[in-house]
Each structure stands twice: as C-alpha cells, then as structure tokens.
C-alpha cells in the first residue's frame, strides 16, 4: 500500500524532515529530525520550531512566518539556505535548511528539511587548514 511505503520512506530519511503550521508550530518530525536535534519526536511536537535555534532567529521566527504568510516573499523558501541549528543540549550546529509551502484543502503547512552539514564544514576547515 501506497501510504504504508510513504510512512517508510520518511520514518527511515537520513535528513530530518519537520512540519509546521502557519504559527509556527511543529506537527510532525521524523526520527531523523530528532536524532539531529537531540529530542524524541513527542517533545518536538506541539512546540515552536523556534525552540530548535538560537538567538536571534529564535526571538524573530514567528515574525518571519508571518512576513511571508502576508507578503509571499520568501527567504529561503525555493532557495534554502545555511542555518544555525540548536540541539538540546544547547550545542549549535550547521545545517542546510530547505522549506516547502504545501496548500492543503483546509490550510498551508511548511515542511522543512534538515540536512546537517557539521562534518562538511569540519572537511572544509581542514582543507583550508592545510592550504
Ligand atoms: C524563514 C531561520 C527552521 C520555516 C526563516 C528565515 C530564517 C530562518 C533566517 C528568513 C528570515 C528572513 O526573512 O530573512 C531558521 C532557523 C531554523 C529554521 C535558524 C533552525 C531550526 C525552520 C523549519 C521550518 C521553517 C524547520 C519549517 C518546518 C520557515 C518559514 C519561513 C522561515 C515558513 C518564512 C519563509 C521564508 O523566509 O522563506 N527561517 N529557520 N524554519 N522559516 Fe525558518
């Protein structure tokens, strides 16, 4: 069955995959997004997915939501861009982030994606290190 695979396919996703409603709050996270951020999916849901970033976006999140909720001028939306990312235990780290605006029948969601980029910048440093 189709849905069965569906739930498969994000259930076992390398990248964290989260959704958020118009205020910002999560309604889904896979095990991925957890993993990375350091929660179990139930502490995540319910909660403000600024809760997953420092200062400042931390304070302005909402504010950007709904920037582009009134204007549909995105930042990252169709470009994505390198963030800040904030785990539990407080440590930051860098990931990629990618967001998706999805129209539904009865409202628009946001799905994000989370690809962590920690060792790719750790590589980095190194190569130019060794320059
Ligand atoms: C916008 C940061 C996670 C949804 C933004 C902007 C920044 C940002 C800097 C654009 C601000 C501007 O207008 O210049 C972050 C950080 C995250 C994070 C640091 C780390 C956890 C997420 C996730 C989602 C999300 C996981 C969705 C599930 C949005 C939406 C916008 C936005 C819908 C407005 C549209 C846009 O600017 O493209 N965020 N974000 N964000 N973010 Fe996040």
Do not use: C, W
């Not at 957890?34 to 976006?57: K, T």
């Not at 504010?63 to 549909?72: C, L, N, P, S, V």
């Not at 861009?81 to 990629?96: D, M, N, Q, Y």
Request: proline content about 4%.
């Amino acid at each position: 069955e189709s849905r069965t695979r569906l739930k498969a396919i994000i259930e076992t996703a390398v990248d964290g995959i989260i959704t958020i409603d118009g205020r910002g709050i999560m309604e889904s996270a896979n095990p991925a997004a957890a993993r990375i951020f350091g929660y179990e999916p139930e502490e995540m849901i319910g909660q403000n997915v600024s809760m997953l970033m420092p200062e400042p976006d931390h304070s302005l999140h909402d504010g950007y939501i709904a920037r582009y909720i009134k204007t549909g001028v995105g930042q990252i939306i169709g470009k994505g861009r390198e963030v800040l990312g904030k785990k539990k235990t407080g440590k930051l780290f860098p990931f990629f982030l990618s967001i998706a605006e999805v129209k539904l029948e009865d409202k628009t969601i946001f799905t994000g994606l989370v690809h962590d980029i920690t060792d790719l910048k750790k590589t980095e440093e190194r190569l130019r290190e060794s320059e």
